[in-house]
Nanobody, 126 residues
Framework: QVQLVESGGGLVQTGGSLRLSCLASGRTFSSYAMGWFRQAPGKEREFVAAISWSGAATYYANSVKGRFTISRDNAKNTVYLQMNSLKPEDTAVYYC???????????????????WGKGTLVTVSS
């Protein structure tokens, strides 16, 4: 069993930065591919970024490529999402997700995901 707890959300102005963290419980964190997803009001949950268990491979949605960076520290059981040049359209609840299969995370197979966090709200003001 893996529990995921996100933190780092908040209110930021357009052009600002935030770093989200996702702390995972359990001893097998390094066995999981990790990802970040987001859901804006009235919209479906969408893929943001994914990272392989080793950190060697990363994937991004086109809408965040070049602005967001996903990383992980397996010694700390933590995955991060550094968000720069934030835009109002980035406003959403951001969720951390974990699955043993990278294709599930990077392929945004939401219904197949092993674990989800409860989310953290990011609000970007214009």
């Amino acid at each position: 069993q893996v529990q995921l707890v996100e933190s780092g959300g908040g209110l930021v102005q357009t052009g600002g930065s935030l770093r989200l963290s996702c702390l995972a419980s359990g001893r097998t964190f390094s066995s999981y591919a990790m990802g970040w997803f987001r859901q804006a009001p009235g919209k479906e949950r969408e893929f943001v970024a994914a990272i392989s268990w080793s950190g060697a491979a990363t994937y991004y949605a086109n809408s965040v490529k070049g602005r967001f960076t996903i990383s992980r520290d397996n010694a700390k059981n933590t995955v991060y999402l550094q968000m720069n040049s934030l835009k109002p359209e980035d406003t959403a609840v951001y969720y951390c997700a974990a699955d043993r299969e990278l294709i599930v995370v990077a392929g945004a197979r939401l219904s197949d995901m092993d674990y989800w966090g409860k989310g953290t709200l990011v609000t970007v003001s214009s």
